[in-house]
């Protein structure tokens, strides 16, 4: 209690604290802390009653939200209107089996993520390759135990836990990127359009997708360092002088700092700090030459000296496609770019992907989106 008589209700109550409460206080305020939690939601996919209703009952006395169906097909219905945290799915069940229906909960966008927990009533060094083959993360042999039960639900709820916050790292990444980009008004879709520009390139170099998608990323991540500048420097009307160029250029080193911590963003990294390298050697931050410069950040930026010269500004008109193509073939005489990359560029659709990537902005705020355009992006131009 506080000195005016209220209670401070978000102040956390210390260890030493809570051990000094009598025991049913420090019960009653476990509880209620506990209560607070999201509570995870496992489904039970088992056609035999008996295990059903027994799976059910341990998972709920553990805490869980337990939702039950009898077979595969209403597996899926339930999983296309909710998502769960985690499937306990028998193995073998008539009509569609447990293999079977992982397969299908592993193809599914959606739920591609979701663990699967698999019961078998048979050998499990028989059937451990087939389980896994389809998709399950791991293989239960009943009968098990109650005790066994919950500890393996609830190590693949850690591990889920650890793959969701990651998730929401890089979503809340993507939305601080977007807001660097919202600052300037006339740099409105310059993120999506790059990253359907240097896709497009990607696509035609025929890079394997795991490049496509750093390519991706990086049309979203590869300013993001500009959270960091000032905007007297970053709005400037006017040139910048030689000590505002010099913070303007961190941006690259400040970007790859922010994003250097998640490890699913390590491919993206090169193209945030290396998009402003030259190809003679004159560009920043580290002054590289040639193939010295990585090959997606040589991509991405072909793709954002093309999107700057397409787009208005307050000081220029837009350049036409014809028009953008000419300067940058100037740009690449005088040793600015990758005079391969930037012939392979002039052969692209310019006019639709631009298009597209209007069409499809909205959308590009969530991963999964941006990896359905992706996979639209690799049959339209492959």
């Known amino acids: 209690m506080q000195s005016d008589g209220t209670v401070n209700r978000g102040a956390p109550l210390s260890a030493e604290a809570l051990a000094a409460m009598p025991e049913h206080l420090a019960s009653a305020w476990s509880e209620s802390v506990r209560t607070l939690e999201p509570q995870a939601a496992v489904l039970v996919v088992d056609d035999h009653d008996v295990s059903r209703r027994l799976s059910v009952a341990i998972l709920e006395r553990e805490g869980f939200e337990a939702l039950a169906v009898q077979n595969g097909f209403e597996a899926l219905d339930l999983l296309e209107r909710r998502l769960v945290d985690l499937v306990l799915l028998d193995q073998s069940m008539p009509g569609m089996d447990g293999l079977e229906c992982c397969r299908r909960i592993r193809a599914n966008r959606r739920t591609s993520l979701v663990p699967v927990l698999m019961v078998t009533s048979l050998r499990v060094e028989d059937h451990e390759d087939d389980a896994v083959a389809a998709g399950a993360d ?19 709820l850690r591990q889920k836990s ?13 939305a601080l990127a ?143 496609t014809r028009e953008a193509l000419r300067v940058m073939q100037h740009e690449t005489d005088a040793g600015w770019h990758d005079p391969a990359l930037v012939e392979l560029f002039e052969c692209l659709p310019h006019d639709l992907l631009r298009d597209t990537a ?10 999964d989106a941006m990896r359905d355009s992706l996979d639209r992006l690799r049959r339209a131009v492959g």
């Open 162 to 174: 650890v793959i969701d916050r990651l998730e929401e790292a890089e979503s809340i990444l993507f």
């Open 138 to 156: 791991e293989l239960l042999s009943r009968p098990f135990t109650p005790e066994t039960l919950r500890i393996r639900v609830r190590t693949m």
């Open 178 to 320: 977007t807001a660097v980009e919202q600052r300037d008004p006339c740099t409105s879709g310059h993120c999506e359009r790059l990253a359907m520009y240097a896709v497009s390139l990607g696509t035609a170099m025929q890079l394997p997708h795991p490049q496509l998608l750093a390519l991706y990323r990086g049309g979203y991540l590869h300013d993001i360092g500009k959270i960091g500048i000032p905007d007297s420097i970053l709005f400037k009307p006017g040139p910048l002088n030689n000590q505002e160029w010099r913070v303007m250029k961190t941006h690259t080193l400040r970007g790859e700092e922010i994003c250097r911590p998640m490890k699913c963003l390590q491919p993206v990294l090169p193209v945030i700090r290396g998009h402003h390298e030259r190809w003679d050697g004159s560009g920043y931050p580290d002054g590289l030459l040639g193939d010295e410069i990585p090959l997606l950040a040589r991509v991405m930026q072909i793709a954002d000296v093309f999107d700057a010269l397409t787009t208005e500004r307050p000081y220029k008109a837009a350049l036409t």
């Open 358 to 367: 209007h069409r499809d902005s909205t959308g590009w705020n969530s991963m």
